[in-house]
């Protein structure tokens, strides 16, 4: 009961990748961890509000990030695929999670029609169209995160003879935690998806790490 406290009163801050130059971020990081459970950075291209700013890849500056702290976990909000495609965003999560030591948390989500639907010229899509895109999507990023290696040809996302090695330090996988709820927070937790309500829209909250994911080897 006492530690079951102990994890809802952890906070998580965010941190927008908008520092200029990058090393602001990670003074940021650095300065946000005391007393942290989660530094988190956007996942997105762009920000409407921020468009005519600098805004940096999340995935760099998580890397970068890992290599200054040591205990403070790190993460995305919100990984979609409206430019995230499973093999390639694989990939970097196991990378990143081999950098950290198994500190890594990776937000994921149907994504909205905005920049980062229409930043490659693909076509609009509706609610359902993107839930199910969103169900297929996280079906093989899990499988991806979970064998070395896959071949799946998909409806909208295929693998052939990808390989993930040596895979991640956590296990199963990295977690997972999709902000959703209805259809799309059913997907989610077919594959052992923690489904979190919240949208993450806030810059601190708290949150419980309810699903366990420990460092193995």
Known sequence: MIERRKQLLALSALVLPDRDPPAAFIADVHAESAGLRTVWTYDHLSWPALKERPWYASVPLLAA???????????????????????????????????????????VGAGTEGPDATVLGDVSRDRRERTERFAEWIGLLDHLLTHHVTTVRGERFSAVDARQIPGCVQH??????????????????????????????????????????????
């Open 65 to 107: 990030a890992a290599v200054a702290t040591t205990r403070v976990r790190l993460g995305t909000r919100v990984a979609t695929p409206n430019f995230r495609h499973p093999v390639t965003f694989a990939k970097e999560i196991m990378t990143l999670d081999r950098i950290s030591g198994g500190r890594l948390d990776v937000g």
């Open 172 to 217: 199963p996988r990295v977690p997972l935690t999709v902000a959703a709820a209805g259809p799309r927070a059913a997907a989610a937790r077919e594959y052992g998806v923690l489904v979190h309500p919240d949208t993450f829209e806030v810059d601190l909250l708290a949150t419980a790490r309810l699903r366990s994911a420990e460092p193995v080897g």
